[in-house]
Structure formats: C-alpha cells, structure tokens
C-alpha cells in the first residue's frame, strides 16, 4: 500500500511511533525514525531493516525546531522525496492543578503543541519547494475533546493539534498537501505505563467500548490507511481512533 514512499516519523522508538515505522516498512516505505531516544531510535532502525526494509534514525528532540528541520532535510537527502510526516512524538505529566508548576506545562506543550507545529512547518516547506503533494498525520488525542482532572497541559497541546491540523490543510489545500489528524484513547503505550501506579490504564480501558486499551499497533493500522492513495478524500479531519471513547464515554 505504501511501496515506495517515504515517511519521517517523530517520536519512533516506542509506542505508536515504532509500531507505525514497522508498518510502514511492511508496507513498503522508507523510513526516517526522528527520536530522541538513541537506543530506541536505533533500535527500531534494526527492526525495520530486519523486516528487510529501509531506515535511517535522525536524532530528534521535537521542542527544537532546527532539529525537526534535520529530520525532513535527511529524508530528503537519503531518499530523495518526503511523502508523509507522520507529528507523534508526545510526552505527558500529571499533577491536580493547583499541584501543577509552570515549567511541567512549558514541558507539555513544548513537545506535543510546538513540535507538532515544528513538524507541519518543516514538512510543509519541503512538499512544497519539492512541488510533493505529501501528506501530514497528527497524533491529537480525546483528550482534544473531553477534560480530564490532572493533565491541563496535555489538554491545551492536543487541542491546539486537533485546531491546527485543520488550520494547515486550509493553507496547504492549495498546493495538493493533505494534512489529518488520529485522536487516540487509551493505548498500551510507555506514557500510559508510566502511571501504572494510578491505575490510569485500568480507568481508560473502562471508557473505551471493548474495555479495553489499544495496541499501538491497532493505531499504526489507521496511520497506514491514512497514508494510502486511496484515502486521498480524507483531509481536514481528526480521524477517531479512540474505540468509541469520546462518544459513548
């Protein structure tokens, strides 16, 4: 489905991310694992190659936007075209509100609002000058729509995503660049692991409609739709991928 394309994805040593960089190579795609992370950076570059496919880790811290830049720049370089850049690259942090310090929000956002935006600017620019007509995913979230206590920060940079997600594909419309987002719900990711302890897992599974958490490789599955030709209709939209969460929540 995707044989040929190449794709820079943020955040790709774990979670959604590196369970899309392997779809992505069974699929066909060459792919530019941006993480921060080295070890999980060049972990799943092995994994892909193991699969028999192409990649290339770029380390990425995606709060920076010159680093961002580099990861679009070496897809470019080493494989000559950007067809998809996949924002996923995202942290969490909770605290009750008045518990909450300004530099953990700062963090947040930083990473799951700026670098999202870092991320359709650098990609943008370089579909355009490559006369590419490309596509940008966005990781937004439920958390897009419904409030929940302890998690201000990632509220305001998921919204911000779902905002601009469909404020880029007005501008980029023009020059044939798609741009959508997913929202996932709950996922067994290494974010949601992190607070096994406060049961955050358990309380996300109960509001999905199979009661249970996702697999990051259900989610890669709806990223590779999404990167398909034949989901050229699909533009502007935060795509669900929350197991009816935010609907029946």
Same mark, same amino acid.
């Given at each position: 489905m995707l044989e040929g394309k190449v794709a820079v994805i943020t955040g790709a040593g774990s979670g959604i991310g590196r369970a899309t960089a392997l779809k992505f190579a069974r699929e066909g795609a060459r792919v530019v694992a941006a993480e921060l992370d080295e070890r999980g950076g060049e972990g799943v570059v092995r994994e892909v190659r193991s699969l028999g496919g192409e990649a290339v880790f770029v380390r990425?811290?995606?709060? !920076?936007? *010159?680093?961002? #830049?580099?990861?679009?720049e070496r897809a470019v370089g080493e494989y000559g075209t950007l067809d998809v850049m996949f924002n996923n690259a995202g942290i969490g942090h909770y605290a009750p509100l008045l518990e909450h310090e300004p530099e953990h929000y700062d963090r947040v956002v930083r990473v799951n609002q700026y670098g999202v935006y870092y991320g359709i600017l650098a990609a943008g620019r370089k579909m355009v000058a490559l006369k590419?007509?490309?596509?940008i995913i966005n990781t937004a979230s439920v958390y897009a729509?419904?409030?929940?206590?302890?998690?201000?920060?990632y509220?305001?940079?998921?919204? @911000?995503?779902?905002?601009?997600?469909? @404020?880029?594909? +007005? #501008?980029? @419309?023009?020059? %044939?660049? &798609?741009?959508?987002?997913?929202?996932?719900?709950?996922?067994?990711?290494p974010i949601i692991q992190g607070y096994?302890?406060? %049961? +955050?897992? !358990? &309380?996300?599974a109960r509001g999905q409609m199979r009661r249970r958490l996702q697999?990051? !490789?259900?989610?890669?599955? *709806?990223?590779? +739709? +999404?990167?398909?030709? !034949?989901?050229?209709a699909i533009n502007g939209s935060v795509v669900m991928t929350d197991d009816g969460y935010a609907e029946f929540k």
């Open positions: 990425t811290d995606v709060s !920076e936007f *010159a680093q961002v #830049e580099d990861a679009v590419n007509p490309g596509l729509f419904l409030a929940s206590p302890g998690v201000i920060g509220h305001a940079a998921k919204g @911000a995503v779902k905002m601009m997600t469909q @404020a880029a594909a +007005l #501008e980029l @419309a023009p020059h %044939g660049i &798609r741009v959508v987002a997913i929202a996932p719900g709950g996922v067994d990711t096994k302890d406060m %049961g +955050l897992g !358990e &309380r996300l697999t990051p !490789e259900q989610i890669a599955g *709806a990223v590779a +739709l +999404l990167a398909t030709d !034949e989901a050229d």
